[in-house]
């Protein structure tokens, strides 16, 4: 959170003086302090650990798990107390506001869950045979309300502290549904641990999160493998467009075209991952093709249209051994393929050219076109779309074209700034773009 407006801060204020109001009610007699203490060392440890699923999304931990078995064996103040237990977790990186709010939404939500419970009929104790199958309606009305509390003030305080230029986008609202899904799914974990601690006493949660902690581990060398990908891919792609400062940013955009391409058509969501790099890294072939050319400004030579032309081949001879491009790497030898069979290294047409290097086409192309190049300005959208019309069924799959128009509508296309040259720099810019319809490269046949 960097500097809030007077709205967030009223919003943090009042979640957590609800929390406190609510919570200081008591009563306080009675309550299982064993419990209380053993199940808010475990929110400790839990929250001291939270996994980061990858940069910018929300962290996960057991910690709600903790939570409801407490609803169950505590109250909803006990239950409190626990989720309060999230202020003394070890984990580096939020900042004292921030705790502060967390503590407060943990509070304030296990509180409502056991508020929930109790009004569904819940009995607050140690669960036995005969509490089953009475308990489960309860216990699921707890956890829906512990789940969507959480989400809800989450939800709040992020849409209150956004920077002012980021939107609200149906990423975020898909990746909220996902992840209310799965706490809703862990929150299972609760009732297992509350109806072990009959048998087993302190060992139930210990048996029950060690496999969850496991998972969790596990689920956590999975993100640091995705967050060494993006690393890999985003080098590439820096080393590519420092070559050429006019296609600057132009992988990130068609990326985000055949993305938008790959969903519009249904694909499922690896196949779309794997698109987003192939976005990313269709033109990685440049690195392979002298500077001297690429940035040539005078007319090219018969050689030097061929070392352009091989730019697909070379680029798949630079990433085919990272396993995890799969099916992108055909995107990205044949992403100059026409479906007229004229295009280029393999001159093959139709259904012949993999599909990913037809949606490559179309967003590549539609890229160039709205971008600033040396020797042109942006074209508009609207002419760009024509273009594209233009060419469907001779050099783009009209399906995909389709696709991306209709994609385009929805969601709207980002205008890229023209770039803004130093004096120096004017010599490395280049003259042709090979991407751009409008100015085809002539193609070399070296079959
Ligand atoms: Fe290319």
């Known amino acids: 959170m960097g500097k809030l407006s007077r709205v967030a801060l009223l919003y943090i204020g009042a979640v957590v003086v609800l929390a406190v109001a609510l919570d200081a009610r008591g009563p306080f007699t009675g ?16 929250e001291s650990r939270a996994t980061q699923l990858r940069k910018g999304q929300l962290t996960w931990s057991s910690s709600s798990a903790a939570m409801l078995a407490s609803v169950v064996l505590v109250g909803p103040v006990g239950a409190a107390i626990v989720g309060a237990c999230t202020a003394l977790g070890l984990r580096r990186g939020p900042s004292i506001l921030q705790r502060v ?8 939500s296990a509180y409502l869950a056991g508020r929930a419970f109790l009004a ?68 299972a974990y609760g009732l297992l641990i509350a109806a072990l601690w009959s048998v087993v ?25 995705q967050k060494a990908y993006e690393a890999t891919v985003g080098a590439l792609c820096q080393a590519v467009e420092t070559k050429d400062f006019y296609t600057r940013g132009h992988s990130d955009r068609v990326s985000r075209g055949s ?24 033109d990685v072939g440049k690195l392979g093709v002298p500077t001297k050319v690429l940035q040539k400004t005078g007319k090219l030579t018969e050689e030097e249209y061929a070392a352009i032309q091989l730019h697909p081949m070379r680029g798949l001879d630079i990433v085919r051994e990272i396993g995890f491009l799969d099916e992108a ?119």
Not at 267 to 275: F, G, H, L, N, Q
């Open 120 to 187: 569904l009929g819940g009995q607050v104790g140690l669960p036995d045979e005969t509490s089953f199958p009475d308990i489960i309606a309860p216990f699921a009305g707890a956890a829906l309300v512990l789940v969507l509390a959480n989400h809800g003030l989450l939800s709040g305080v992020l849409w209150l502290t956004r920077p002012p230029d980021r939107m609200p986008s149906g990423v975020g609202v898909g990746l909220s549904g996902r992840l209310l899904l799965s706490d809703l799914g862990y929150a």
């Open 201 to 225: 006493g302190f060992f139930a949660p210990l048996l029950v999160l060690i496999p969850l902690l496991v998972a969790r581990w596990a689920v956590a060398q999975f993100a640091e493998q």
């Open 329 to 447: 790497l055909a995107g990205i030898m044949h992403h100059h393929e026409r479906i007229d069979g004229r295009g280029y290294p393999m001159g093959l047409a139709g259904n012949e050219i993999p599909e990913f290097a037809r949606v490559l086409a179309v967003a590549d192309a539609f890229d160039s076109m709205t971008s600033t190049r040396s020797y042109r300005g942006a074209r508009p959208v609207e002419e760009a779309v024509e273009e594209l019309r233009k060419w469907s069924g001779t050099q783009f799959d009209p399906a995909f074209v389709d696709a991306f128009v209709a994609a385009l509508k929805r969601e709207g296309w980002p205008h890229p700034e023209p770039p803004v040259l130093a004096a120096d720099d004017l010599a490395t810019v280049t003259a042709q773009d090979h991407d751009d319809p409008g100015a085809p490269l002539r193609v070399i046949d070296s079959r």
């Open 101 to 108: 709010f967390n503590t407060a939404m943990y509070a304030l």
């Open 259 to 282: 993305v938008m391409i790959a969903r519009e058509i249904g694909m499922r969501s690896e196949r779309v991952e794997a698109m987003r790099y192939a976005g990313m890294l269709h």
């Open 31 to 46: 309550l299982h302090w064993q419990y209380v203490v053993f199940l808010g060392i475990l929110v400790i440890v839990s």
